[in-house]
């Protein structure tokens, strides 16, 4: 269809610049250009369809487009006025020149530009034009090709070919880095890393063209030549520093303060600590390269909606040395602007937590241990973690919701003190209030720790304070669960087993193992995985991770697989108490208090349920005050709900305690007598 609209638009006396191909999801077809043609002549129909555009005649290369709701946008725009292997040929020879005595002509020749497949551009003979003129210029440095690059707008294309050409110089001309070279290499760098440009990398054909370029810049500065035991090159966008280091050195530190816009300024700091330095078998350097807009470049690769929040920070180490530690100034220094500690995989080209490991945060800055690794990891940073929406009323209600919720424990317990010896005369009735009296202790102890766990993370954070209220928190919630099994296994063994006859010893036996065992295998198994790769915790709270490692399945799964078999006890009981036969096995006295269990399972079960089931959605959605705000209600009043429907609606209970209060006053008027 479109060929032929174009075939009709088609006349001899037409301009016909170039081909411009339109690529749809269904057929490959190459249609006439025109002029402005995918913006102004083809209609953009099918969503998906791509069009390739010549650049302009100043220009080489494509600007791609994609049709997206009828309107053709901007895919990836290569259009570029570099002479990218000219540029090259003109440092490679020279670098020949300067190491073999000027008898490098022939050598030369063994070393063609590859560009991406692209081949040389540029007008005939500038090859030629600018050789003899690296000869005398490029001796000791590549700053006779500065002028050329700094004078070409930063546009994506030139953009893309300045990246192959420092990967080019990283791969073939890194021999011996000179102070000099740095310097010319930075200033490269340099321009295609201001953060007034940072935008035109979206368009970048490559998508992998920063990491690319992040790898072509630490292999560049690793083999950096030190002058006098230490060096420092500073750019604006990128700077330098390296030390001469040995056994006996202090702890070495790096500190980087640079410009991130015109506007805000960001620090960071590497520190080798002083046992790391006793592992070097002899002297050797240590090199580290800050970068403060490399991160907004980088293609995220996450699972969720992080960003880079500090520097990109990059060490290149002797082998022997296992562990750095670094500090980075916060971007975002917003209360809700939680950090997770990450080291950039070079290999799969995405950000990873797992040789990092969170030590302390507050408002302004981070600190992180991590481990770098030759192959994989030589480039940090820190992660900005989109955390709970902060609202007056979310804080108000969380905090008035967990003081009723102790209260209210706090209050089950004493009623139980206080009816024990009159509610446990049976076998059934014990082993009920037993399980009861475990539920408000396991939640009562669970919300304290809640509230201490609050305040380890939001006072300066000490890491292992945090991990001990983790595991903690996750042990006695889980434990709140694993009761609430208990209670329903205590229904089944009621309603089933009526003919067999347990000790009291074998059940609290058996109830220790389930509500307390259980609990602490799952939290310690948990804590055993994921704390190696620093993956036990996340960065907004003294919590267990989500997003790397998943530790938080350790708790949900188990909370709602109980919840599932709690609701089908209740519906055995349903049935089984809906039928004649029910009950001939069993006294009367133990049917009535069976039942009042089946009720108390019956209420707390769905209300357990529902309060985890929108925690699970605060965690899909942590950005709805919605769920935060149900979430916080129901999980703080939990306590109240165990009080309300296992205490004070237990006819049994209340008739206790009236009789309880009865015999105190009885007592008291005696006395007074």
């Known amino acids: 269809m479109l060929c032929e609209m174009l075939s009709i638009l088609y006349t001899p006396d037409t301009h016909i610049t170039d081909c411009v191909c339109c690529l749809s999801p269904c057929n490959s077809v190459c249609l006439v250009y025109f002029p402005d043609a995918c913006i102004n002549l083809i209609p953009c129909q099918d969503n998906g369809a791509i069009c ?29 006025n570099l002479d990218v292997q000219s540029l090259f040929q003109r440092i490679s020879q020279s670098e020949l020149l300067s190491c073999s005595g000027g008898h490098g002509g022939a050598a030369g020749e063994h070393l063609p530009f590859v560009g991406g497949g692209k081949p040389g551009h540029g007008k005939p003979g500038d090859g030629a034009k600018h050789f003899g003129a690296g000869n005398h210029s490029c001796q000791a440095d590549f700053s006779c090709i500065i002028p050329d690059i700094l004078s070409s707008p930063a546009i994506p294309g030139n953009i893309a070919d300045i990246v192959e050409l420092l990967k080019k110089i990283s791969l073939q001309l890194s021999e011996n880095v000179t102070r000099g070279k740095m310097q010319s290499y930075s200033r490269i760098a340099n321009h295609i890393l201001n953060s007034s440009i940072i935008s035109n990398w979206a368009f970048v054909k490559d ?88 991160g907004a470049i980088l293609e995220p690769n996450q699972p969720d909606p992080a960003f880079v929040n500090g520097l990109v920070l990059s060490v290149s180490l002797p082998e022997e040395l296992r562990s750095v530690v670094l500090t980075f100034g916060k971007l975002d220094r917003r209360e809700q602007a939680g950090a997770r500690c990450v080291g950039w995989h070079s290999l799969e080209r995405r950000w990873d937590a797992g040789p990092c490991a969170l030590r302390a945060l507050s408002a302004a800055a981070v600190v992180c241990q991590c481990a770098p690794r030759r192959r994989a990891y030589r480039s940090f940073s820190i992660l900005m973690a989109p955390g709970a929406p902060r609202s007056p009323l ?198 009535s208090s069976m039942i009042r269990v089946s009720k108390n399972v019956a209420l707390l079960t769905p209300l357990l349920g529902l309060t985890w089931g929108f925690g699970l959605a605060t965690i899909i959605d942590s950005r709805s005050l ?31 305690l009236r009789m309880n209060c009865f015999s105190s006053r009885r007592t008291w008027g005696l006395e007074k007598s």
């Open 626 to 656: 919605a769920f935060h705000v149900v979430f916080a209600l129901l999980n703080a009043f939990q306590g109240f709900f165990i009080l309300l429907f296992g205490t004070l609606l237990d006819r049994k209970t209340r008739e206790a």
């Open 207 to 294: 998508r992998n063209a920063g990491s690319i370029l992040l790898d072509s810049v630490n292999l560049f500065a690793g083999k950096l030549l030190l002058r006098n035991g230490s060096e420092s090159i500073q750019e604006p966008f990128i700077a330098t520093k390296g030390y001469s280091i040995h056994r006996n050195t202090s702890a070495k530190s790096f500190d980087f303060s640079m410009e991130f816009n015109s506007t805000v300024n960001i620090t960071g700091q590497v520190v080798i600590p002083e046992d790391e330095l006793l592992r070097l078998p002899r002297a050797s350097k240590a090199i580290s390269v800050a970068l403060p807009t490399l």
């Open 52 to 80: 390739i555009q010549p650049c302009s005649p100043s220009f080489h290369g494509e600007t791609s487009f994609v049709c997206e709701d009828r309107k053709w946008q901007m895919l990836s725009d290569a259009c570029a």
């Open 394 to 591: 979310l804080a108000l209600l969380t905090r008035l919701g967990l003081g009723l919720s102790i209260l209210s424990l706090l209050l089950c317990l004493l009623i139980e003190a206080l009816v024990w010896r009159h509610v446990t005369k049976t076998q059934i009735t014990f082993m009920r209030h037993f399980c009861l009296v475990n539920i408000a202790a396991s939640l009562l102890v669970a919300d304290v720790l809640f509230i201490l766990a609050a305040i380890v993370h939001d006072t300066a954070l000490n890491y292992q304070l945090c991990v001990a209220a983790t595991f903690f928190l996750h042990f006695f919630y889980l434990a709140l669960f694993f009761w609430m099994f208990t209670l329903g296994l205590l229904i089944l063994y009621g309603l089933l087993l009526i003919f067999f006859k347990i000790t009291r010893s074998a059940f609290l036996a058996a109830a220790f193992s389930i509500g307390y065992g259980c609990p602490l295998v799952i939290s310690v198994l948990t804590v055993a995985i994921t704390e190696p790769k620093n993956g036990y915790l996340r960065s907004e709270a003294c919590w267990l991770n989500w997003y790397e490692t998943k530790a938080l399945l350790a708790f949900v799964v188990p909370a709602l697989s109980i919840i599932v078999m709690n609701l089908i006890v209740v519906v055995v009981v349903v049935v089984k108490t809906g039928r004649s036969s029910f009950g001939e096995g069993c006294k009367s006295q133990d049917l």
